[in-house]
């Protein structure tokens, strides 16, 4: 697609339930990250991705959270028991390489209550 | 540690006054990139400048100017003109070294330009 899409753009949950959001980045972009930005925040990071493999996932906050782009293209980022403090936007971006050049490319995010 | 401090955390501005955006940052490292984006209401983080550590060169592009001063650590955003369309969050934010390309941000500055 022409930019990086991301669904659902909002999720409401119950405290406790499962979520999974998803990441459609750039076609043929390697390099795939996941950020969280709470309310009132910048973006904290949260993992990265080169291809298929998972290279960085030292800002999961918990271990309820998991990430996976299991062909390097789609990638989905699930929290499982939700809390409370999970609620935020959880915005995904996409670099065509792997190296510090390109630009970085964000969705719109997916907003995310835990009631 | 890598650190981004935004201390305005909120700007009101008149249209076409001008209006600057202070940002330091805080690395050990001597190679670094530092950014600034914009987030507008849809979410979307809208890139604005990459500065390599070694170019302390001044930029400017159309309305927007940049002062990247390694001295004093600081890397400021000047909106000449401001217009309405320019209200949005602004980030700056720093590339952390390392294999994941990972970016620190600020808390951001809400600018609201009115008319």
């Known amino acids: 697609g022409a930019g990086v899409s991301q669904s659902p753009r909002y999720k409401v949950a119950k405290r406790g339930q499962d979520v999974a959001l998803r990441c459609d980045p750039i076609s043929g972009h390697v390099s795939l990250f996941w950020y969280q930005q709470a309310l009132g925040q910048g973006p904290e990071f949260l993992t990265y991705f080169q291809n298929e493999a998972q290279l960085d996932k030292s800002g999961l906050p918990s271990d309820r959270f998991f990430a996976e782009r299991p062909e390097g293209s789609v990638s989905t980022l699930k929290i499982q028991r939700t809390q409370q403090e999970d609620s935020a936007v959880y915005l995904c971006?996409?670099?065509?390489?792997?190296?510090?050049?390109?630009?970085?490319?964000f969705g719109e995010g997916s907003r995310l209550t835990v009631l | 540690a890598q650190k981004v401090t935004q201390a305005q955390t909120e700007i009101s501005v008149v249209e076409k006054e001008d209006v600057t955006l202070d940002c330091v940052y805080e690395t050990r490292d001597t190679t670094y990139y530092l950014f600034w984006y914009k987030q507008p209401p849809s979410g979307e983080l809208v890139f604005l400048i990459r500065r390599n550590s070694f170019d302390e060169q001044n930029e400017i592009s159309g309305r927007y100017s940049w002062n990247f001063q390694k001295s004093t650590s600081s890397f400021n955003f000047t909106i000449t003109a401001s217009q309405v369309v320019d209200s949005a969050v602004y980030f700056c934010?720093?590339?952390?070294?390392?294999?994941?390309?990972?970016?620190?941000f600020g808390k951001g500055t809400k600018l609201t330009v009115n008319p």
């Open positions: 934010a720093l590339e952390v070294r390392g294999g994941s390309e990972k970016l620190v």
């Open positions: 971006a996409s670099r065509k390489t792997s190296g510090r050049t390109g630009e970085l490319f």
